[in-house]
RNA sequence: GGUCGCGUGGCCGAGUGGUUAGGCAGAGCUCUGCAAAAGCUUGUACGGCGGUUCGAAUCCGUCCGCGACCUCCA
């Protein structure tokens, strides 16, 4: 089951074989969200797929410490504001004020979700004097300089030095010489490209801290640098974060980690793609939005009924998380379909007893290679979209079997425990999916008893062939959002 | 303008130098009191034009279209 893992290194442009640097454990930072706002839906994808990566990576045995920050200082605006003192203008309220609420929201959104939470979650103000260690390594070792109380990275000096600064983002430092857009502070810099490190607080900044340089606070990129070594050590596995940030955040970062400790912070950089709506890019701007509460409610132009977190998830699940996925009604629909066939096959699945039997068969020959493909394929650069396509295989043998149109004879018994537990894997351990459509699945005893009751007078009457009693139930059970299906065994129901 | 990526059947979305992705939708059939669900069968494809090759949707070139990034961004 332990096939090789294959990673899609941002930093090669390569599909590599995973060698962690220690054998049996991991070390993976993710770069975590700005909370000066509610969390958005392309957040939430970035976060659901590094948490599919997590869950897989301990699945398959590793020991693995993930780190995810929470950015709560530093992170500028194009006014050179720092986002948490403009919230709190705004709202009148006192930056941590700001940074606890939307830190809550954030974190009950990754447990709707169903994301297990990182191993650490560091925030940015809670390192600061790490973050004053850093900017001092990186002047000592002559790659930052002070201007008027503020600390700037010589990115011209290391890009001389050595041939690393735009590798990760593919920029060629030639093109950093023609950067013109205009900024605050530009001036204070040797050059354009340079970034600060240490930023001077102006008079009406309320987020400071006392440095060797002024009263002050850290830059963006700082604090991934200085809390992923503090964590992780100087160089560790996995680095990753929404693709928006390898320039400038990543790269940067590298840069800093180059300065501070004079190597390559991670050996692979993993990159997840944009989520888009109606083909385009989201934006507050033009209204080409929507918000995670927008689509469990279905309070939203975009779309025509609610979807559950679990669906939503599912149809992040069908697309590879390197691909940009547009986000469409239609797709959410199609996505809520196949999301119950996929439970309710489970659910059969699991209920299934083996017949004693150890025959080999085309059928359990079939089975057999079908779930080894699905871990191959989901070792291959965790493509969630093509696991799933393996288990969308499978579901048509398991209804077979429950509709008595295959034989569970032809089914090894250690072939049916391997398929209970990859479906078992595969749906809640590895893509950390819930139960909400299959009767009976969250343990609601009493609701489950009352279905039986329903379900067993309905079939009286159906014996009886009263068929408006029968239908009656039927009727006001669908329009309850519960469908019942009749099968040779009897009946079972879900919600839709 | 620069850099990178993409263009797959009605829709979404994988993948590969020659062999079925998958989901949803469609068609036919089976089952069913009628349905639903389920099962079986089935059609439609790789942006245009060149090139490499025995063979390309898959590699190369070019054109068209789309998107992302270029110090707000997951």
């Not at 001077?200 to 340089?213: G, M, Q, T, V, Y």
């Not at 390197?322 to 439970?343: C, F, N, V």
């Not at 393996?390 to 072939?415: C, Q, W, Y």
Request: proline content about 3%.
């Amino acid at each position: 089951m332990k096939n090789d893992l294959y990673i899609q290194n941002s930093l090669t442009r390569q599909k590599e074989l995973f060698k962690p640097i220690n054998e049996g454990f991991i070390g993976m930072y993710v770069c975590g969200p700005t909370v000066y706002s509610d969390v958005h839906i392309g957040n939430c994808r970035t976060f659901v797929s590094f948490d599919v990566i997590y869950r897989y990576l301990k699945y398959i045995g590793y020991q693995v410490r993930y780190v995810r920050n929470i950015t709560d200082v530093g992170h500028l605006t194009d006014e050179g504001e720092d986002k948490m003192s403009k919230g709190a203008k705004l709202a009148k309220l006192e930056p941590m004020e700001v940074a606890q609420k939307y830190t809550v929201g954030f974190h009950d959104m990754m447990r709707i979700f169903n994301t297990l939470p990182p191993d650490i979650e560091p925030r940015a103000t809670g390192h600061i004097i790490e973050q004053i260690e850093m900017v001092q390594q990186i002047i000592d070792n002559g790659l930052g300089y002070e201007r008027n109380g503020s600390v700037y990275f010589d990115t011209i000096k290391f890009a001389k030095e050595q041939d690393v600064y735009g590798k990760l983002s593919g920029r060629k430092i030639d093109d950093l010489f023609t950067e013109t857009r205009d900024l605050k502070n530009q001036s204070e810099k040797n050059h354009p490209s340079d970034f600060a490190i240490w930023m001077k607080a102006s008079e009406d900044h309320i987020l400071r801290w006392n440095s060797p340089w002024s009263v002050g606070f850290p830059g963006w990129h700082l604090e991934c640098s200085a809390m992923s070594t503090k964590y992780l050590g100087k160089q560790f596995d996995i680095h990753g974060g929404g693709n928006d940030l390898k320039f400038p955040h990543h790269e940067n970062e590298v840069a800093q980690n180059h300065g501070a400790c004079g190597c390559h912070p991670a050996n692979y950089w993993i990159h997840t793609n944009m989520l888009e709506m109606n083909g385009r890019k989201m934006a507050k701007s033009d209204g080409n939005t929507i918000t995670p509460a927008q689509l469990f409610s279905g309070d939203s132009p975009h779309i025509s009924k609610a979807y559950s977190p679990m669906i939503v998830k599912f149809f992040m699940l069908q697309a590879h998380y390197g691909s940009t996925l547009d986000i469409t009604d239609k797709g959410l629909q199609d996505a809520e379909k196949g999301y119950h066939r996929l439970m309710e096959a489970n659910a059969l699945l699991q209920k299934m007893e083996a017949s004693d039997s150890d025959i080999t068969s085309e059928l359990d020959t079939e089975i057999n290679a079908t779930i080894d493909k699905a871990f191959q394929q989901m070792s291959d650069d965790f493509n969630t979209p093509m696991a799933l396509a393996r288990l969308f295989e499978l579901v048509p043998k398991i209804n077979g079997i429950s509709a008595g149109h295959l034989s569970m004879d032809d089914v090894n018994t250690d072939t049916l425990e391997k398929l209970k537990s990859t479906f078992h894997s595969f749906i809640y351990d590895i893509f950390g999916l819930l139960d909400d459509v299959v009767g009976g699945a969250n343990g609601n005893g009493v609701t489950d008893g009352l279905m039986e009751l329903i379900i067993d007078l309905r079939q009286n009457a159906r014996v009886n062939k009263d068929w408006g009693t029968s239908d009656k139930i039927r009727d006001t059970l669908q329009e309850l959002q519960i469908q019942l299906k009749d099968g040779k065994e009897g009946t079972t129901w879900s919600k839709n």
